[in-house]
């Protein structure tokens, strides 16, 4: 009996990672446009006046909301809102790896063909500062660089130090992320979105 119901519930379909249910998600965009016949990835630079992340440099995208079908939808709808890109319009969609930054914070990314013609007098003023394009032949052929920045475990004031070996003396184990960085005339695209961008170009290579 145990076996049975045990078989029955491993069968179901299981989140990606554990944690998966109750993280962070969002999902973003990764938008291929055509300009002058020539294929080219487009990025945001982010409002100065939004409270987070003023003035960096993203793909189209944003939390999943509860109201959201799928990571897809939440994708579609994020890059309506910012760039004024009509759903039904956006073609040759395909998922990528999802990007896990830690068991409480995912992004899921897509990559899409949309039209530039619709953002460049549709695009959000509120939430974007300006868009612009990179050729995907010259990402192809860039190398982009990387910096590291260590990260250490700080218990809280009232961590329980007493339930485990060494107590105090624990060797908390600090580890290291890899931050990269991709120079474009007078952008410099890094961070979660340099993350995701190095993994598309590797795969399309």
Known sequence: ??????????????????????AFRSAVLIPLVQVNGEWHILFEVRSFSMRRQPGDISFPGGRIDASDPTPLAAALRETHEELG???????HTRGLSPYIASPTFVVYPFVAVIDYDQI????NTEEVEEIFTVPVDWLM????????????????ANFPFEKIANGAEYQWRTHTIEE???DYEQYTI???TARILKHFIEVIK
């Open 190 to 192: 890094w961070g979660l």
């Open 141 to 156: 052929n860039y190398e982009p660089y990387m910096h590291s920045v260590s990260v250490e475990p700080a218990p809280s």
């Open 85 to 91: 890109i009509d759903p039904k319009t956006v073609t």
């Open 1 to 22: 009996m145990f076996l049975d119901k045990l078989k029955n519930q491993l069968n179901k379909s299981q989140p990606l990672f554990i944690g998966e249910d109750t």
């Open 180 to 182: 990269w960085f991709f």
């Open 120 to 123: 460049i007098h549709s695009y």
